[in-house]
C-alpha cells in the first residue's frame, strides 16, 4: 500500500519574511560586515583561539517559546537599546559556556561533568565577554546609536527571564553555531520586533550593497541569458520536435528595423539568486550585452 508523504512545513508569515529580509539586508549595510566580522573575531581569538562560528538561520519566536526553551540552569545576557523599553536576550549553550569560563580562567580540561548555575566569579567572566563583544559591534559599525547594545543583567536560571517581557511579545532570532574545543554548540541573539521595524530599519531605504564585489572580480563563473519565457504544458512537451515555434509569454524584447533588441536576463547557477538586467542590441557585435548594473 502506498500512502502519500506530508511534508510537515512551518508556514512562514509576511511579517516573519519581511523581519528576516530586513535584517539580512540591514546587517552588512549598517557595518556588520567584513570589517565587524574581523573586529568580533580578533576580539574572540584573542581569548578563545579555537573558537568559530557562523550564523546558522533566523526564525521569529514568542518571549514564551523562549521561556519554555530554557534549561533551569542557563546563560542568558538582558540587553537594552536606547529608546526603546522591550529587551533583547543573548543565550548561550550551558555546556559551551562552561567551556568557555572553564578556558578563560586558565584551566585545560575539555569535558563538563555537569551543568548547574553559574558561580559569581564565572557569571563574571561570561559579563566580560559579552561587554568586550558588545563594545566591539558599536565600535566596528561606527559607533551607530541602532547597534549600542547595553548589557544590563543575567539571567542564570529560567524563572529570573520572566520579569523581563511579557509572554505574547514577539521576537526575531538568530541562531548562531559555534564550534569550539572539539565540541558544538549554539549562541541564540533574540531581537524585540520594535527592535527590528521601528529601530533597524524604520526610514532606511535597503539598496544592494555592492561594494565588496571588486573582490571577487577573480572568480570565473558561468553567465548565461534569457531572452523570454514561455509556458509549455507536459503533454505539449513531448510532442515538441526540431523546427516547431514556441512563442514568448514574457520577453523584454522588440524588433527595431531589421533587427531585435531590448532588455535580457542573466543568471549565474541556476538563477535561484536573481539576474541581472541587460541591455541588448541583437546579434551585433557577437550578441554582447550592457548590463544595467542593478540586481533583482
Known amino acids: 500500500m502506498i500512502k502519500p508523504f506530508r511534508f510537515h512545513l512551518t508556514k512562514v508569515s509576511p511579517k516573519q519574511l519581511q523581519l528576516t529580509e530586513g535584517l539580512l539586508r540591514f546587517l552588512p549595510q549598517a557595518g556588520l560586515k567584513e570589517d565587524i566580522q574581523i573586529a568580533i573575531r580578533k576580539a574572540l581569538h584573542q581569548y578563545l583561539p579555537d573558537i568559530a562560528y557562523y550564523l546558522e ?16 540552569a542557563c546563560c542568558v545576557g538582558v540587553l537594552g537599546l536606547k529608546p526603546f ?67 544590563e543583567d543575567m539571567a542564570l536560571e529560567a524563572s529570573q527571564i520572566r520579569k523581563f517581557a511579557k509572554e505574547e511579545e514577539k521576537l526575531a532570532c538568530l541562531k548562531f553555531h559555534v564550534s569550539f574545543l572539539k565540541r558544538s554548540g549554539f549562541v541564540h541573539l533574540y531581537l524585540p520586533h520594535p527592535w527590528v521595524l521601528e529601530g533597524f530599519l524604520k526610514d532606511r531605504e535597503l539598496k544592494e550593497d555592492f561594494s565588496d564585489w571588486p573582490q571577487y572580480g577573480d572568480v570565473a563563473c558561468e553567465v548565461w541569458g534569457s531572452l523570454g519565457t514561455a509556458e509549455v504544458g507536459l503533454a ?61
Open 57 to 72: 538561520r533566523i526564525e521569529e519566536a514568542s518571549f514564551q517559546d523562549l521561556f519554555h526553551s530554557l534549561p533551569q
Open 236 to 296: 505539449d512537451l513531448e510532442t515538441l520536435a526540431g523546427g516547431d515555434v514556441v512563442l514568448f509569454d514574457q520577453t523584454g524584447v522588440r524588433k527595431t528595423g531589421d533587427h531585435w533588441e531590448g532588455e535580457v536576463a542573466l543568471f549565474v547557477g541556476r538563477g535561484e539568486h536573481g539576474k541581472w538586467r541587460a541591455a541588448w542590441d541583437g546579434f551585433q557585435e557577437k550578441g554582447k550585452v550592457r548590463l544595467k548594473n542593478n540586481f533583482s
Open 85 to 151: 523599553n522591550q529587551k533583547g536576550f543573548i543565550e548561550i549553550d550551558p555546556v559551551l559556556s562552561h567551556l568557555l569560563i572553564e578556558k578563560l580562567l586558565g584551566g585545560e580540561e575539555e569535558g563538563v561533568n555537569e551543568l548547574r548555575p553559574l558561580t559569581e566569579t564565572e557569571q563574571g567572566v561570561v559579563e566580560f565577554l559579552f561587554l568586550k563583544l558588545l563594545a566591539q559591534i558599536h565600535k566596528a559599525s561606527g559607533e551607530k546609536a541602532k547597534l549600542h547594545f547595553r548589557l
